[in-house]
C-alpha cells in the first residue's frame, strides 16, 4: 500500500512541482519511507513508498525506462512475477532489477494498453508515454487498490486518496448528495453511477478498468476485464473439489504473504479467517507460532461469547504472538482514547471510517508493532455467495425431494434461515421457482406500493429526496427489477461482487489501513478465488443448509468442528460503537442540538435527536452505531465547508 498521484495540465500550461509535492505530502502517511516525485513541462507524477517486500527495498519511483519516453508510478504487487518475467525476458526485455514496479514498466513497454492482461495481483498504477503525450492508469480486477481522479477544463490528477485531490486548482469539496443518500436508502446505490467518490468532483476507476487520457484532455475510460460467469464447473467427486479450492485459495493465501517481513493476520472467528489460518499452517507450519502476529478483538469474558471461543481456539498456537482487545472494557493493544481520537480526528474525521472502527483499531495496534501488512478475510462472504432461496434451483431442476430436505435441514443449519417453518420455506421456493411473471409482477407491484412508507423515508430529508427524485428512481428501478423469473445463479453471484460488492468493503478497510500505514491483503478478493467460487455448481456452494458448504468440508481436517459447523453470527464491532457514543455524549448531545448542523441539510432532525435519546435512556446499541454514524457525517460535512 503506496500512493501514487499525478497531475497533467492541458493546453501545455506548465506545472508547479510544488503543486505535485502537496499531493504526495498530503498521503504521506500511506507511504512513510520515502516521497518522490517528477516533473516534466506540463505533466507531473508523484508516489509514497510504503515497503512491503523484499523487491520494493531497492525500487526509485517515479520509475523511468532507459529511453526516458515512459515514466511510471505503481502501487501493488505481483502475484505470477515468475512467469511475468520469463516472458518479458523471451520479448527481449533487460531488467534492470527483480522490483515489481521494473516489470510493470516492461510490461507497458511490450503490450501497451494489454498489459494489465498479463498481471495477477492488487494493483493501481499510471504510465505517462512521453512519445505519444498520453497518460495510461490502471486498475486491479477487483478494485484493491485505490485509484481516484478529476477532471476539469484546465487538468486532470489522480491519486491514492480522494482528499489528496483538494490541494489542486479548482477542485471542490462539495460532498456528493447521491453517494450521501444511498447511506439512508442502500437500494438507491443502483440507481447511481458506480465509479461517484463521496466528493462530487472526484471519480473511481473502476475494478478491472483502465484510462485512456491525451495532452489536450481526450479521455477515455474502458474495461479490460470483469468477472463473466462461464457455468458450472465439475470435478468428478466432493473430494476433487474440495482438493482444486484448497490449491487456489493455498495459492491465493501464499502470494499474500510475500513480505520483507512476517505479515500480520485480522483474526475474527469465523470460517472467512479460519480458512486463512488453515492456509499459513499449511504454507510454513513452524512460522504460524514463531513469527505471524494476529490481532482480534474478544469479549470480557471469552467463554460467554462463542466469537470469542472461536478466536481462542484459532489464535492457541501463537502465543504472545495473538495480540487482543478486549470489549467492553477497552483492555489490551488498544484503549478507549485510542478509539476516541481516531473517530473524532478534526482533520481525518469521515463516515466510512467510522463504520469499520474494530478493523480501524486492529490496524492501529498493529502500526504501533512496526507491521507492514495483514491480512484478513472480508470479503468471504462475498466470494461464498448463494442464492437466499436456493431451493427453488433445486425445484427448477426436478429434485423435489432433495429441494425439500434442503429446507428441512435450512431451518436447522443455516445461518438466515434457521427457525423458519420448513413447510412455508418449500412454499416460498415453489413460488419462485414456478411462479408466471405476470403473477410476480402484480406481487412485485403491490408489496412496492405497500412498502414504499417503510423504504427509510424517516431517514433522509424531504429536500434530498426532492432534489435527487430518490421515489421516482427506485419506482423506475423496481418496475425493472425481479420480473423474469429465475435468475441464473452465477449471474446472481456475480452481481453481488460487482460495481459495489466488493469496492464497499474494500474501500472502508483499505482507507482505515492508509492512516495507519498498514496494507491490507484479502485472499477471498484474488481473482483466481472469485473465478473459481462463482462457476461453482449450486450444491457446492450450500448442502444440509450449510452456507459454504465447501469451505467447510474442505477444512474438515485442518480446524476445529465448532469453528466449521457454526450457523450464528456474532459481531463484536458493535461494543467499540457503544463505548465511542457512552464517551462521547457531550459532543453528540452539542451536535444534534445545533439547528445549523450541516447534516440537517440531508436528514431529518428529529432522527437524530430520537437515536441520541434512544441511546441515553436504554444504550441501545442500534442507536449508538446510528449516533456515531450520524455523528461523522456532520463533522465531515463540516470539515469540508471549511475548506
Request: charged share 25%; proline share 4%; with cysteine.
Amino acid at each position: 500500500m503506496s500512493a501514487v498521484a499525478g497531475i497533467l495540465f492541458f493546453n501545455g500550461d506548465a506545472l508547479e512541482p510544488e503543486l505535485i509535492e502537496k499531493l504526495t505530502s498530503s498521503m504521506s502517511a500511506r507511504g512513510p519511507d520515502s516521497q518522490s516525485n517528477w516533473v516534466s513541462g506540463s505533466v507531473g507524477l508523484g508516489h509514497c513508498m510504503l515497503q512491503t517486500t523484499a523487491e520494493s527495498l531497492v525500487e526509485q519511483q517515479p520509475l523511468l525506462s532507459q529511453d526516458g519516453n515512459l515514466v511510471l508510478v505503481w502501487d501493488g504487487r505481483i502475484d505470477n512475477r515468475d512467469d511475468l518475467r520469463r516472458t518479458l525476458i523471451s520479448h527481449g526485455a533487460v531488467l534492470r532489477d527483480n522490483s515489481d514496479a521494473e516489470m510493470v514498466l516492461h510490461s507497458f513497454a511490450v503490450w501497451g494498453e494489454r498489459c494489465p492482461t498479463h498481471l495477477l495481483g492488487d494493483f493501481a498504477f499510471a504510465v505517462w508515454d512521453a512519445r505519444r503525450s498520453m497518460l495510461f492508469c490502471f486498475r486491479d480486477y477487483v478494485g484493491a487498490r485505490p485509484f481516484y481522479y478529476v477532471c476539469n477544463d484546465r487538468l486532470f490528477a489522480f491519486a491514492s486518496e480522494d482528499e489528496a485531490l483538494l490541494q489542486l486548482p479548482g477542485v471542490s469539496s462539495q460532498p456528493n448528495e447521491e453517494w450521501i443518500a444511498t447511506m439512508f436508502v442502500p437500494a438507491f446505490e443502483k440507481c447511481i453511477d458506480p465509479c461517484q467518490a463521496w466528493l462530487k468532483d472526484v471519480r473511481f476507476l473502476g475494478a478491472g478498468q483502465r484510462l485512456r487520457l491525451t495532452k489536450v484532455g481526450q479521455i477515455d475510460v474502458s474495461t479490460y476485464w470483469k468477472l463473466e460467469p462461464k457455468g458450472d464447473t465439475f470435478h468428478a467427486s466432493d473430494a476433487d473439489y474440495a482438493e482444486a479450492f484448497v490449491g487456489i485459495f493455498n495459492e491465493a493465501v501464499r502470494c499474500r504473504m510475500r513480505a520483507a517481513r512476517d505479515p500480520a493476520v485480522m483474526m475474527s472467528g469465523g470460517l472467512d479467517s479460519a480458512s486463512i489460518a488453515a492456509m499459513i499452517d499449511d504454507i510454513d507450519p513452524d512460522r504460524q507460532r514463531s513469527n505471524v502476529q494476529t490481532y482480534s478483538t474478544i469479549f470480557d469474558q471469552p467463554d460467554n461469547s462463542i466469537e470469542s471461543r472461536c478466536i481462542k481456539v484459532l489464535t492457541r498456537n501463537y502465543g504472545d504472538k495473538a495480540k487482543f482487545l478486549s470489549v467492553p472494557s477497552m483492555n489490551g493493544i488498544i484503549g478507549q482514547q485510542d478509539l476516541i481520537d481516531f473517530s473524532w480526528s478534526k482533520s481525518r474525521v469521515h463516515p466510512v471510517d467510522n463504520s469499520v472502527l474494530l478493523p480501524a483499531m486492529m490496524c492501529m495496534a498493529a502500526h504501533r508493532d512496526d507491521q507492514r501488512i495483514m491480512l484478513h478475510g472480508a470479503s468471504g462472504d462475498l466470494a461464498n455467495h448463494s442464492p437466499g432461496r436456493y431451493q427453488a434451483y433445486l425445484l427448477r431442476e426436478g429434485l423435489m425431494r432433495i429441494a425439500w430436505r434442503e429446507c428441512v435441514e435450512a431451518s436447522t443449519n443455516h445461518f438466515i434461515l434457521r427457525g423458519e417453518n420448513p413447510s412455508v420455506l418449500l412454499l416460498k421456493n415453489i413460488w419462485t421457482a414456478f411462479a408466471p411473471k405476470s403473477l410476480k409482477t402484480i406481487k412485485g407491484q403491490l408489496l412496492h406500493g405497500i412498502n414504499k412508507r417503510f423504504y427509510k423515508d424517516d431517514l433522509i430529508g424531504r429536500r434530498l429526496q426532492d432534489k435527487l427524485r430518490i421515489k421516482e428512481r427506485l419506482d423506475a428501478l423496481t418496475s425493472h427489477c425481479g420480473n423474469h423469473g429465475l435468475e441464473k445463479y452465477q449471474k446472481l453471484h456475480t452481481s453481488t461482487l460487482f460495481p459495489l460488492g466488493l469496492r464497499i468493503g474494500l474501500e472502508a478497510y483499505e482507507r482505515v489501513a492508509g492512516r495507519n500505514g498498514i496494507e491490507m491483503r484479502d485472499p477471498w478478493a484474488d481473482k483466481r478465488v472469485l473465478e473459481f467460487m462463482v462457476n461453482l455448481p449450486l450444491q457446492q456452494k450450500v448442502r444440509h443448509g450449510w452456507t459454504k458448504y465447501l469451505v467447510r468440508s474442505a477444512l474438515l481436517s485442518k480446524q476445529d468442528s465448532t469453528i466449521r459447523w457454526r450457523n450464528d453470527f456474532e459481531h463484536l464491532g458493535w461494543y467499540l460503537h457503544m463505548q465511542l457514543a457512552a464517551a462521547s455524549e457531550q459532543l453528540l448531545t452539542e451536535l444534534f442540538a445545533d439547528k445549523y448542523n450541516p447534516m440537517y441539510e440531508y436528514i431529518d432532525d428529529g432522527l437524530a435527536l430520537f437515536h441520541l435519546k434512544r441511546f441515553k435512556d436504554s444504550k441501545n446499541p442500534e442507536s449508538a452505531d446510528y449516533c456515531v454514524w450520524l455523528a461523522s457525517l456532520a463533522l465531515w460535512l463540516k470539515r469540508m465547508a471549511d475548506l
